[in-house]
């Protein structure tokens, strides 16, 4: 079992930042990748950032990072100069191995809100 936990979010003000995290537990042997996704009512789920193991980070958006703390199986999502378009539920997704499975298996974290509003 893998439990993906996320922090963070919020309400913020046009302009602003907010940082999210999501910290991976459980029973694996390797992480292959996190990623962010988020979904606003009435779009489908987009792909934010991600990150591959021994690999740099990518986003989509340049006003956000993600870094990573691989010893803490950790990885966090710096949104800066926040407009009210970003508003969405951000959603952590971990890839992982597990031992004696043949392929590599996803686990979701619970979701985070964050609103830009005035």
């Known amino acids: 079992q893998v439990q993906v936990v996320q922090s963070g979010g919020g309400l913020v003000q046009p302009g602003g930042s907010l940082k999210l995290s999501c910290t991976a537990s459980g029973m694996f042997d390797s992480l292959m990748s996190m990623a962010w996704y988020r979904q606003s009512p009435g779009n489908e789920g987009d792909l934010v950032a991600v990150v591959i193991s021994g690999n740099k980070p990518y986003s989509k958006e340049g006003r956000f990072t993600l870094s990573e703390e691989r010893a803490k199986n950790t990885a966090y999502l710096q949104m800066n100069n926040l407009k009210i378009e970003d508003t969405a539920a951000y959603y952590c997704?971990?890839?992982?191995?597990?031992?004696?499975?043949?392929?590599?298996?996803?686990?979701w974290g619970q979701g985070t809100q964050v609103t830009v509003s005035l």
């Open positions: 997704k971990a890839t992982v191995h597990r031992d004696g499975d043949a392929e590599y298996s996803a686990s």
